[in-house]
């Protein structure tokens, strides 16, 4: 009885086949089993930084489709403590330099309002180094749940005034207050913040979503003044 060979039905073909097959990934953009329930996914340009593709998870949390939201710079809609530091990530990121980072930011919902998040961005590369896309995993953060803290008014006033650059003495003069005061009231929100310095406070403040959108000098944002 004759028999038919079928090339392609090779042990070797077979497994350089399932090689090219990448796995199938879940609505977080991971593994199966991976399980990051919570994330949403987005894929980014490396040159542009303009979204690609995203899930309509990601969309939403702007208050965009997934058609309004691709061809958008992701650096418009994201926004980092530190100005320019989500920039300088992404740059080395998309340059090869880095292979992934984590990062709190905040971004701005359809309804105007701020929020804090967590990114998780990795570059997707080839085998010979060229960095041929970005996946990023945005989590909303814990605190924007709970309301996030809330501050005195003076507190607030004098958060404000850190967070314009202010030193002790100015602050002093400007409230009222001794640079004792000051520096007791700064104190106690950095510990409140767990922040080393000034300048984490004021990122851990923005991450947390305490400043209103796009104002200057900084406003903290009323709902977290009691």
Not at 28 to 50: F, N
Not at 60 to 78: H, K, N, P, T
Request: net charge positive; with cysteine.
């Amino acid at each position: 009885m004759a028999t038919t060979s079928f090339p392609d039905a090779s042990p070797r073909k077979k497994k350089a086949a399932a090689a090219a097959v990448p796995p199938r990934r879940d609505l977080s953009g991971t593994p199966d089993g991976a399980g990051q329930e919570a994330a949403c996914t987005a894929h980014v340009s490396p040159r542009t930084l303009a979204v690609t593709a995203a899930e309509p998870a990601f969309s939403r949390q702007f208050g965009l489709s997934v058609d309004e939201i691709c061809g958008r710079g992701l650096l418009g809609l994201l926004r980092s403590p530190v100005p320019g530091q989500l920039r300088e990530q992404f740059t080395a990121l998309s340059s090869g330099r880095c292979r992934r980072f984590k990062e709190r930011v905040t971004g701005l919902d359809g309804e105007g309002r701020n929020f804090p998040a967590d990114i998780t961005a990795i570059a997707v590369g080839q085998p010979t180094g060229e960095i041929v896309g970005l996946v990023v995993l945005l989590r909303r953060a814990e605190q924007a749940a709970g309301g996030g803290p809330v501050l005195s008014a003076l507190d607030a006033q004098v958060l404000e005034g850190v967070a314009r650059g202010e030193s002790t003495v100015q602050l002093a003069s400007r409230l009222y207050l001794s640079r004792q005061g000051i520096e007791y009231r700064v104190g106690q929100m950095l510990r409140r913040f767990d922040a080393p310095n000034r300048p984490a406070l004021v990122a851990r403040a923005h991450a947390l979503g305490m400043f209103a959108h796009g104002q200057w000098p900084p406003r903290v944002l009323p709902e977290r003044v009691r």
